[in-house]
């Protein structure tokens, strides 16, 4: 029900299920706190992380006591909670956890059991997200591999799933084309599995149109965006998330390609999605109240964007803190607007972003990193620090070459950017 949208009556009908089951049998009954770990799991969904937080704690406690530490239903209930840690911005309190519970599985399970590959799979997202991309590709690769070795035992979606995760770790690496391969093969088996309008099969065509973009195909994602946010409104609930993550992405696309007007009214469109179904500050509606401020100022409106993007920092500042990736994409936003008219108003705000980057890898994607870096290295020579200017340019370019190649919009850019910054460095 929380992927439709209907949160409140989730929420009623899971606390109903706990009032009838600790009535039935007793508050430490099995059924009792599933209907807990449930509820928690819920507030999770919709943002609510304090609350799911300290119930799953209290649902654990309570688990452990009745059915043991390394009963499943108490180690499910654990690895749900590291996962709330992590999307509350807490990667490494998730780490810590993930260990722990995959050495219990590996104590307690056959090693081939699935609820260890996704332990596997959890942890090498928390590594993921700490910026530890190695590790977290040797786990997934590991856990491919287990899926693989047990495909006889196991269905073939399961092994779809590993591969869309590999791809996943790829795209984090920035191995942009081994992420690409990936996603179309697991995009071609699930159209044959399950059909072409099946809402897996629109996730994986959904990331490949979002390779495409990172890679400069900007036609080529159009269309796939125009034709997956279609086929999935003909088969969902117009608030399903699936629905409002495809006008999010059309809507930057159509940004990026000169439809503001277009752009804008998508972007509207899930806003006032995301509002009903998970509220006015989780940090989807404030991801995309951010690309809404972005959208205005690309389509001239610089003012109502710059007054945005102030707002969008604010909620995010107070609701998740100054270095959460919510929080680091209203920054660079807000520093963004301020770099194409007021560099020395962007140079600090950027800066504060740089230093949270350095020590959290995980809050920024590689190509949000790199353009911000770029900007800021643009708002140093139009300051007159061209020496600066020019050295971040360098590295930016670099990266910009092996991760995008040199027809990418942005590594022109940087090139652009480059050859001004080393004209006046020179003349000085």
């Known amino acids: 029900m929380v992927t439709r949208g209907r949160q409140a009556e989730s929420i009623d009908r899971f606390r109903r299920a706990i009032d009838f089951a600790t009535k039935a049998s007793g508050s430490n009954d099995r059924s009792t706190l599933t209907a807990k770990a ?34 499943r239903d108490t180690l499910t209930a654990r690895s749900n909670l590291a996962n709330t ?37 959890c942890l090498a997202s928390a590594y993921a997200d ?14 491919l591999q287990a899926d693989e070795e047990r495909e006889s035992r196991s269905s073939t979606l399961s092994l779809l799933s590993s591969k869309q995760n590999l791809a996943s770790a790829y795209e984090s690496a920035g191995r942009l084309e081994d992420a690409l391969a990936l996603y179309e093969e697991v995009a071609k088996a699930r159209a044959e599995i399950l059909g072409d309008n099946h809402p897996d099969t629109l996730t994986s065509e959904s990331d490949i149109a979002y390779i495409h973009q990172q890679l400069g195909h900007v036609r080529t994602e159009i269309e796939m965006n125009e034709s997956v946010l279609s086929r999935r409104l003909g088969v969902l609930d ?28 998508l972007y509207k469109k899930a806003i006032d999605g995301r509002r009903r179904t998970l509220g006015r500050h989780h940090q989807d509606t404030l991801a995309s109240q951010a ?45 963004g607007f301020h770099g194409e008219g007021r560099p020395r108003d962007a140079i600090p705000l950027i800066e504060e972003s740089q230093k949270a980057v350095l020590q959290r890898p995980d809050i920024m994607p590689p190509l949000q990193k790199l353009a911000e870096r770029a900007t800021l290295g643009i708002c140093y020579s139009r300051v007159g620090r061209y020496a600066e200017s020019v050295s971040l340019l360098k590295e930016c370019e670099e990266v910009a070459n092996k991760m995008l190649g040199t027809a990418h919009p942005l590594t022109s850019r940087i090139q652009r950017a480059l050859t001004e910054a080393q004209h006046m460095d020179s003349s000085q």
């Open 238 to 265: 117009p608030d399903n998330p699936e629905i409002l993550t495809s006008q999010n992405n059309l809507a930057a696309l159509c940004v990026e390609n000169g439809q503001y007007k277009k752009g804008i009214s």
């Open 291 to 335: 690309n809404l401020a972005g959208a205005l100022h690309f389509g001239g409106e610089t003012d109502r964007a710059i007054g945005l993007a102030r707002r969008v920092f604010g909620d995010a500042l107070r609701t998740f803190g100054s270095d959460h990736r919510t929080t680091m994409l209203a920054r660079s936003n807000l520093a």
């Open 38 to 71: 449930n509820l928690a799991f819920t507030l999770s969904a919709i943002g609510r992380y304090g609350e799911s937080i300290a119930l799953y704690e209290k649902t654990i406690a309570q688990l452990c006591e009745a059915v043991g530490p390394e009963d």
């Open 85 to 121: 840690y992590r999307e509350s911005g807490s990667p490494t309190e998730a780490v810590a956890r993930h260990e722990a519970i995959l050495a219990a599985r590996r104590r307690t399970l056959p090693a081939d059991h699935a609820d260890i590959s996704v332990s596997l799979h």
């Open 130 to 143: 700490m910026g530890r991309l190695d590790e977290a590709l040797s786990l997934h690769e590991t856990t």
